[in-house]
Nanobody, 113 residues
Framework: QVQLVESGGGLVQPGGSLRLSCAAS????????MDWYRQAPGKERELVAL???????KYADSVKDRFTISRDNAKNTVYLQMNSLKPEDTAVYYC???????WGQGTQVTVSS
């Protein structure tokens, strides 16, 4: 059974940092492109960052230079380090893999003073 489990969300003040984790099981993790998406209330789900099997990463313009995606193939885990958080980063963050297409349950990130 394929499963993606996110963790690490929470409430943080503007300018703060959080590190999200996504633990995968039931997939060949090392060959999978792993994505982080987010969905804010009333908005469509958007791609935040992705990382391929070689470690090459791509970011949405809104998070470039603030967020870093990484992966640990030995732990079947992908991470999203989020720095300099802004209120507009508030959303539910989802992990996604493409082989097979699978979503995690999401983790809430709230940036507020």
């Amino acid at each position: 059974q394929v499963q993606l489990v996110e963790s690490g969300g929470g409430l943080v003040q503007p300018g703060g940092s959080l590190r999200l984790s996504c633990a995968a099981s039931g997939i060949i993790f090392s060959i999978n492109v792993m994505d982080w998406y987010r969905q804010a209330p009333g908005k469509e789900r958007e791609l935040v960052a992705l990382i391929d099997s070689t470690g090459w990463a791509k970011y949405a313009d809104s998070v470039k230079d603030r967020f870093t995606i990484s992966r640990d193939n030995a732990k079947n885990t992908v991470y999203l380090q989020m720095n300099s958080l802004k209120p507009e980063d508030t959303a539910v963050y989802y992990c996604y893999c493409n082989a097979p297409p699978t979503w995690g349950q999401g983790t809430q990130v709230t940036v507020s003073s």
